[in-house]
Structure formats: structure tokens, C-alpha cells
């Protein structure tokens, strides 16, 4: 394909280097332009196409920081408009006085005339993929522009589509387009109509690629057996005992639960959901101490290492008291610190190890590992499980999941299937709620005033800065500038900044320090959601809030109220639209993740297209299951992929649904799922 050639270098800058890459990198979101609008008949901000002819084109140049201007005054029978566009040169060599054109794009209204910002546009009559039509618009990155890259993709498809064989046969297709048409029409739909059946095909493909995965390990381990512990009722009564405080029903019978698992030798899989700061942990604990108690060796793990800190520091007081042996393996440790734990664990000395993720699952063999916890594992039941399961010499170890993401229980179901699920619903006694207000960016000012105020008290704060669906390092752009902007207007404050681009050891020092109380604000991207426990921090802003999931605001919102202080959650939204502020409203009227959780549910409805970053799930690129017909999808889909795997486990027959599997296989993060 020599014409992509030249096209090679933007497309590796978005991690696509085959074919195939380019073919799934789907669009986030569409704008119809599909309709031409008579210039009369324009209405002020939307997203609208015209075709008119061009009357005047006019080029101001730039000085100083502005740019160069381009503005072209358009005309119908109906009447007239203005485009502009800024800084954008070809626009001045393609746009001629007299030329019929069809421009798309947003129209605001100046004056008296309408005005199209930085429209598209192109000649009448030749066919473009960036006007008068269904337009895709994809997540770019920094020196990609949305026009070059709806090219180069439209190329690709053009090239490549031809050769996409379906991995599926008609009747397991059920119903759903083919991939090449599904392909096609999710990248440049002929109408909007057609977009949800092509992305139910792909998302089709997701789902199985997901349950074929799960369904071999199923098959993998339906003949493996593990430990029986049995735990007396003397240990259990002095374990309990052993905490400092009465648990709640809650957790009394998730303690039940956990420990009638692993009495059995089926290896127990089983999900602890509960909202932070439900005492997930706690239950934790007692079946780690039980485990030991037994005789087993106990590990958790953590995703991030600073996490896998705190732990350590809240469970080793406990465990201690009940003389259980505790470790805390991290890959920072010096060699010779690791190689003795090492030591321990192969001896059995090592009764609880705590770490990341990475670091017990890559270096140590247990001679006997009885039970895991996986706390906040987003991705359990996919490629981490697997990695356990080698080591299990003892035989299978049991695996509890902890996860303050609700999962609503009939998507849990359909996407893990073979789960058992444990509730915490009910808090401790005694918190006090954290208290949500939405404000828009005019109280700037006072929640700044705030922010200090509370800093000035001695407590600390986070402010999290908007999600940019289109890119990453946008993202971060703006996690510096706000930082930037936020050390002007208070600097008396010290103020830290985190970020997913950031190495993990720098991220992870200064989470270290603003949880040592060294800084009194952290402006941060989502990082922080699956983060750090700090006692001290009293408030947290969250900027340009609708752009956040619900439950994702929750998660977020749990970073504060952790401690004894009063604490404030401030949702910064300038969209009034009555669907954001409904969505808004939920949360500021709720605590319940739970209730959160199936709101999201019901107001995301079908109407979801793709591209939401969702926690505490799969991580699904086309599928939302937020999509009740995706969920139908899913179960679906599992119900193919035991049929599939039944027959032929290693899909040696079935190359193509093998090569899906490995295409939708999760790459592991470093550190934090930023
Ligand atoms: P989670 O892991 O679900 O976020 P934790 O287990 O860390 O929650 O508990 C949060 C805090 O509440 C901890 O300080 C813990 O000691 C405390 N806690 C847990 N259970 C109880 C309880 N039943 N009564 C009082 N405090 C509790
Ligand atoms: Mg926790």
C-alpha cells in the first residue's frame, strides 16, 4: 500500500502498525451531517451542513499569538453565512471565490448572520469523507489531526476490507451483519441508523473473544481441586475478636461466606464488592488469618504499590497480634531484602505476603498458597488468573476479589459467569457523609478560596481535571496547565501533580509524599481513582464533572470522607443540558455506589455509543455494558463460546476465532490502570 506509506508514522503514533489495527480503531462518536441545511434555515449550535457557494474569501494574517484567520462568506437562495477558520493554511490554497462547496460543522450565531468555527469542507460533487455524510471522529493523539486520520482509515478500509474473512458462520453470526459490512459501516455508516447493528457485531466479537478466554479456563480448571481449610470455630471466634472494633452484619456474613468456600475443595472465585471505606478489607484479613491458622500460606495483592503499602501498614498490626507472619514484597525492595522473602515464602516461613500484582505473581513459588486476595482488580477472571494458577503446588489456590466498583449483579453474571458474588452495603457507624454541591466555573473564585480555606485548617485536597475522550496527552496537557494555573492563584499552597504518563515511580513518590501531608493539593487524571488512602483529605474538586461516569465519580468522591474531618466533594459542570444534570444529581444525592451504579445503568440506556472508560469491568473497547443489549450480547456470547470450547478446547479447528481471542487478549498496565 505505498499511498499509506507516508501515512505510517501518524498511524503508529495511535499504536496502529497492521491492517487489522487500523480496521478496529473505531470511532469514539459520529457527527451527522448528513442532512443539507438551506443557510436560512440554520440553527445556532449545532452540528449542521450546507451547501452554498463561496461569495468572498478573506485571510487576515496573524500576529503576536494570533492566528491567521481565513474567513469566507458563503451564500444560497435562503440567505448567507460566515465560515472561519483559524491557523489552518490549506484552507486558503483549497477555497476559491465562486467555488460550490459543502461545509459541516458547528454553527454559533454572530450578529446577525450565522457562522460555521473551523467547519470541514468540500467540493460539490466530490465525494468526501468529512462532509454532508455520517462523519466518524476518533480519539487522536499530538500531531494528528481528525481529517488526516478519516483519511488514511478510509484507505485502509478501502485496502484491507476485501481480505477480512468472518470468523463466525452464518448461524452463529445470528442475525448480526458480517464483519466486513459491520467494519464498514461502523467506521463511515451511509446512516446513522445503521451504526448500532454494525457496533453489535463488533461488540459481538469482543464479548466472544472474552468468553472463549474464560470458557478454557473453566475447562482448565474443572479438574483442579483445591486446599480444604478448614477453620475451627475457636479460630474464628478469636480472630474476630482480635479487631478493634465490632464488625458490621455485613461483613459478618461475607466472613461466612469466604470461609464456607474455601472449606470446600472446589477453588473458590469469588467477588467482594462494597464501596471504600465498607470494611472490605477487614474481611480480608480474618480469612487470611483463618488460612494461616489452617496452615496455608495467604497473599494480596495489590495493583500499585503504594496501595500494597498501605495494606501492609493497616493489616501487619492486626495479623501480628494473632502471630501471623507478615511480609510486604515490592520490586523497589533491595535484591538481597527480596531474595530473603523469597527464602521465606519457598520455606513456608512466610505465612501472609503482601505486594503488587506483578511482583507475587512473576518471582515466588508457594509451597502452600491457600488463598489470594486481589484487591481492586479490574481485570480478575481474564489474564491474572491465569498467572495464579500456574503456581498452584499446593494445588489451586481460592481467590477472593475485592472491588469497590458495584457491578450490577446481572452484568456480573453475564460477563463472569462462573463468580460467586458477596455484598457489603452497609457502612460502619459512625461516618459522616461527604457532603456534594454542583457548581459551575463562575465560583471559581470561592471554591479556590475554599480550597485554601481548608488547607489553611491543615487538611488537604485533590482536584481531578476533566477526562478528554479524544486523547491521553491532552489530558495530561491540561493536568499541567491546571496545576500551573492553580499554583498562580494560590501560592501559598504546595501542589503536587499526578498523572498516568508519568513513570510509575514518580507517580507513586508523590502519592507517597501528599499522603505524608508534604503537599496540601494533588491535581490529578483519573490515577487517583483506584488510589490512596489519605485521612487528611477533606475536599476534592472534579472539573468539567459530566464528562465522568457516575460510578466513576463515585470512586472518585471516595477519595475524601476517609478520615474524622467533615469532608466536601465539589462536581464542577458548565452543561445544563437535563441529562447531564440528572446524571449529576444522582450523585450528589446519593452515597450508595450501589444506587449510583444502576442509575448509570438506566440514564446511560442505549443511547451510549462507544469510547466510555469504565472501572471495574473488563476492559471493553466496543462493547459497553452499560448496553442492556449488550449484556444480552454477552450472554450470548458465552453461551457460543462453551459451545465452541466444549467441542474443541485449544480451537486448534477454529483458527480465526483463536486469532480473535488473541486480538482482544488485555494488555497488561504498569502499575495504576490510568
Ligand atoms: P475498604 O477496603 O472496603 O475500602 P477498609 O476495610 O479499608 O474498607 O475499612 C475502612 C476503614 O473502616 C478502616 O479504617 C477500617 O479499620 C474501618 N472499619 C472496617 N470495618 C469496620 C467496622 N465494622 N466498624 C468500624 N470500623 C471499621
Ligand atoms: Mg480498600
Given at each position: 500500500m505505498p499511498e499509506l506509506a507516508r501515512g505510517a508514522a501518524t498511524l503508529a503514533r495511535l499504536g496502529i502498525s497492521t491492517v487489522r489495527d487500523g480496521l478496529w480503531y473505531l470511532p469514539f462518536r459520529y457527527d451527522d451531517f448528513s442532512e443539507l441545511r438551506p443557510l436560512g434555515e440554520l440553527v445556532p449550535d449545532e452540528k449542521q451542513s450546507a451547501r452554498a457557494t463561496v461569495a468572498t474569501v478573506r485571510v487576515e494574517p496573524g500576529f503576536g499569538r494570533r492566528p491567521q484567520r481565513v474567513i469566507a462568506q458563503l451564500t444560497d437562495d435562503t440567505g448567507t453565512a460566515e465560515a472561519i477558520w483559524f491557523g489552518r493554511r490549506y484552507v486558503e490554497r483549497r477555497l476559491q471565490q465562486g467555488d460550490e462547496v459543502i461545509v459541516s460543522g458547528k454553527v454559533t450565531q454572530r450578529g446577525w448572520r450565522p457562522q460555521f468555527t473551523s467547519p470541514e469542507f468540500s467540493a460539490v460533487g466530490r465525494d468526501s469523507v468529512h462532509t454532508a455524510r455520517v462523519v466518524p471522529v476518533y480519539h487522536l493523539t499530538v500531531g494528528v489531526t481528525q481529517r488526516r486520520l478519516r483519511e488514511l482509515l478510509a484507505r485502509i478500509l478501502d485496502h484491507g476490507l476485501p481480505s477480512v474473512i468472518d470468523p463466525l458462520t452464518d448461524a452463529e453470526r445470528h442475525g448480526l451483519p458480517a464483519l466486513d459490512d459491520a467494519l464498514r459501516t461502523a467506521h463511515f455508516p451511509e446512516e446513522a441508523a445503521d451504526v448500532k447493528e454494525a457496533l453489535d457485531r463488533l461488540a459481538f466479537d469482543e464479548l466472544l473473544a472474552l468468553q472463549l478466554t474464560l470458557a478454557q479456563a473453566r475447562e482448565a480448571r474443572a479438574g483442579l481441586k483445591a486446599p480444604r481449610i478448614a477453620v475451627s470455630e475457636a479460630d474464628r471466634t478469636e480472630i474476630i475478636g482480635a479487631l478493634p472494633f465490632t464488625l458490621t452484619d455485613d461483613q459478618i456474613t461475607t466472613i461466612g461466606e469466604v470461609l464456607g468456600d474455601i472449606e470446600t475443595e472446589r477453588p473458590m472465585r469469588r467477588l467482594l464488592q462494597g464501596d471504600v471505606g465498607s470494611g472490605k478489607t477487614a474481611v480480608a484479613a480474618v480469612a487470611l488469618a483463618a488460612a494461616v491458622r489452617a496452615g496455608w500460606q495467604g497473599a494480596l495483592m495489590a495493583p500499585t504499590e503504594i496501595l500494597a503499602r498501605q495494606h501492609h501498614a493497616g493489616l501487619a498490626p492486626l495479623l501480628d497480634r494473632l502471630g501471623v507472619r507478615v511480609d510486604f514484597l515490592s520490586g523497589s525492595l533491595p535484591v538481597a531484602r527480596k531474595r530473603e522473602i523469597h527464602d521465606a515464602i519457598a520455606e513456608g516461613a512466610a505465612e501472609v505476603v503482601i505486594g503488587t500484582h506483578a511482583v507475587i505473581s512473576e518471582a515466588v513459588e508457594f509451597p502452600r498458597l491457600g488463598l489470594v486476595i486481589v484487591d481492586e482488580q479490574h481485570r480478575f477472571g481474564v489474564g491474572q488468573r491465569a498467572a495464579l494458577q500456574a503456581k498452584g503446588t499446593g494445588g489451586e489456590p481460592h481467590v477472593l476479589a475485592l472491588t469497590a466498583t458495584p457491578i450490577p449483579r446481572t452484568l456480573a453474571l453475564s460477563v463472569y459467569g462462573d463468580l460467586s458474588i458477596s455484598t457489603i452495603r452497609e457502612l460502619p457507624p459512625g461516618r459522616e457523609p461527604i457532603r456534594t454541591e454542583i457548581r459551575d466555573r463562575r465560583a471559581l473564585p470561592k471554591i479556590e478560596a475554599f480550597l485554601a480555606a481548608e488547607a489553611g485548617e491543615g487538611r488537604q485536597g485533590f482536584v481531578v481535571v476533566p477526562l478528554v475522550a479524544e486523547s491521553r496527552s491532552l489530558e495530561v496537557a491540561s493536568a499541567e496547565a491546571e496545576a500551573e494555573r492553580l499554583r498562580e492563584a494560590l501560592p501559598q499552597l504546595r501542589i503536587g501533580m499526578v498523572h498516568g504518563q508519568q513513570k510509575a515511580e514518580l507517580r507513586d513518590a508523590t502519592m507517597t509524599a501528599f499522603a505524608a501531608g508534604e503537599m496540601d493539593l494533588l491535581v490529578a487524571?483519573?490515577?487517583?481513582?483506584?488510589?490512596?488512602?489519605?485521612?487528611?483529605?477533606?475536599?476534592?474538586?472534579?472539573?468539567?464533572?459530566?464528562?465522568?461516569?457516575?460510578?466513576?465519580?463515585?470512586?472518585?468522591?471516595?477519595?475524601?470522607?476517609?478520615?474524622?474531618?467533615?469532608?466536601?466533594?465539589?462536581?464542577?459542570?458548565?452543561?445544563?443540558?437535563?441529562?447531564?444534570?440528572?446524571?449529576?444529581?444522582?450523585?450528589?444525592?446519593?452515597?450508595?455506589?450501589?444506587?449510583?451504579?444502576?442509575?448509570?445503568?438506566?440514564?446511560?440506556?442505549?443511547?451510549?455509543?462507544?469510547?466510555?472508560?469504565?472501572?471495574?469491568?473488563?476492559?471493553?473497547?466496543?462493547?459497553?455494558?452499560?448496553?442492556?443489549?449488550?449484556?444480552?450480547?454477552?450472554?450470548?456470547?458465552?453461551?457460543?463460546?462453551?459451545?465452541?470450547?466444549?467441542?474443541?478446547?485449544?480451537?486448534?479447528?477454529?483458527?480465526?476465532?483463536?486469532?480473535?481471542?488473541?486480538?482482544?487478549?488485555?494488555?497488561?498496565?504498569?502499575?495504576?490502570?490510568?
Open positions: 487524571t483519573t490515577v487517583i481513582e483506584v488510589g490512596i488512602d489519605v485521612p487528611n483529605a477533606s475536599v476534592i474538586l472534579i472539573e468539567d464533572a459530566e464528562r465522568f461516569g457516575l460510578a466513576q465519580l463515585h470512586q472518585l468522591r471516595g477519595r475524601v470522607g476517609r478520615g474524622r474531618h467533615r469532608s466536601f466533594c465539589i462536581l464542577l459542570s458548565d452543561v445544563t443540558d437535563e441529562l447531564a444534570t440528572r446524571r449529576l444529581d444522582v450523585v450528589r444525592g446519593s452515597n450508595d455506589g450501589f444506587a449510583i451504579a444502576e442509575s448509570d445503568l438506566q440514564l446511560r440506556g442505549a443511547g451510549n455509543l462507544l469510547g466510555t472508560r469504565q472501572s471495574g469491568l473488563p476492559p471493553l473497547r466496543v462493547a459497553s455494558l452499560f448496553d442492556p443489549r449488550h449484556v444480552e450480547l454477552a450472554q450470548r456470547a458465552r453461551e457460543l463460546a462453551d459451545g465452541i470450547i466444549g467441542a474443541d478446547p485449544s480451537l486448534a479447528g477454529r483458527p480465526l476465532l483463536a486469532r480473535l481471542q488473541q486480538d482482544f487478549a488485555p494488555i497488561e498496565e504498569e502499575g495504576d490502570a490510568a
